[in-house]
């Protein structure tokens, strides 16, 4: 089975430095969630992965080597990002036979059984499938190559939400996903938070987090309750969301609850859940 490991890599564009000591490891059988805002270094980052770049300092192996023009590692990765397919003359059902031509783990049957449910007439040319269709493509065409590893960078932007949601099942039933390393990379978080069994969080090239979701979202917890009652509540405490509706009021925390804070919740004065991934990410990538 395949790894993917960065050792303080460090990548320059020119003279902007846009990554920095960065050491990750992605292991078969996981899916990861690649978090951060526009302009983070996620794209860069997966295009290390994916053998478009190669390092400016530190240790990037796939699989135990350098995977910059890498024949042996090629054919291990596939990168999925948003493609320019205003001009693509080439049908559906071409796309797929140059897949199985040239990738030769290429599951035909699974990749129809994917497509199928987003009704892809397989006939029309990619340039005539509105952008979501394109990306159905993509993502379906990603899981059915049946490569090692597989990148999706920002898959699904252009699908509708039953479309968002289609690819995000794909994603949990993937074929054979315990042999292969699955990274969703990815600005908005709230669709896609249970899909991820690590997190990592990079900002401005630099790696905040990585780590399993269930540690990240135990960096903090929501209080719900009357709005005298959470404000007498927060005090002393780090609030970094809060929402107000009537006299009821939610606000997101940081820290863990102390053993005075549990017995408020066991009182049922207020109640207590763990924070949403999403308000995490935004408060650690806020400058």
């Known amino acids: 089975m395949v790894n993917v490991e960065f ?9 902007d430095e846009i990554l920095r000591g960065i050491n990750l490891k992605f292991e078969p059988g996981r899916i990861y969630g690649l978090l951060g805002r526009n302009g983070a270094g996620k794209t860069t980052l997966l295009s290390l992965i994916a053998t478009y770049r190669k390092v400016t300092r530190g240790v990037l192996t ?12 090629m054919p291990l990765v596939d990168f999925l990002h948003q493609e320019d397919y205003s001009e693509e003359s080439e049908t559906v059902e071409d796309y797929l036979g ?10 035909m049957d699974y990749a129809l059984t994917l497509l199928d ?9 990619m340039m005539e499938l509105s952008q979501g269709q394109q990306a159905a493509v993509d993502a379906s065409m990603g899981l059915a190559t049946m490569s ?17 949601e289609k690819f995000y099942h794909q994603v949990l039933n993937a074929k054979n996903r ?9 600005h908005i978080v709230s669709e896609m938070d249970y899909l991820f069994d690590e997190v990592v969080v990079i900002h401005h090239g630099k790696v905040l987090v990585d780590e399993p979701v269930d540690e990240f979202l135990g960096r903090g917890y929501q209080v719900t309750g009357n709005a005298e009652d959470i404000d007498e509540f927060t005090k002393d405490k780090e609030v970094v969301n809060s929402r ?7 606000v997101s925390i940081l820290g ?15 109640s207590y859940s763990a924070m949403r991934l999403q308000d995490l990410f935004i408060n650690m990538t806020e400058d």
Not at 117 to 125: A, F, G, M, R, S
């Open 178 to 186: 315990e042999n292969r390393v699955i990274v969703l990379s990815t």
């Open 117 to 125: 449910e987003y009704k892809i007439d397989l006939k029309k040319k």
């Open 244 to 250: 107000t509706l009537g006299p009821t009021k939610a």
């Open 98 to 107: 140059m897949a199985e031509r040239y990738k030769p783990s290429f599951d």
């Open 256 to 270: 863990v609850p102390s053993s005075e804070d549990e017995k408020v919740f066991d009182s049922g004065k207020l």
């Open 62 to 73: 796939v699989d135990g080597q350098d995977p910059y023009e890498n024949e042996n590692i």
């Open 7 to 15: 050792k303080n890599v460090d990548l320059n564009i020119k003279k």
């Open 148 to 164: 090692p590893v597989v990148l999706f960078d920002e898959v699904t932007n252009g699908m509708d939400a039953p479309s968002r």
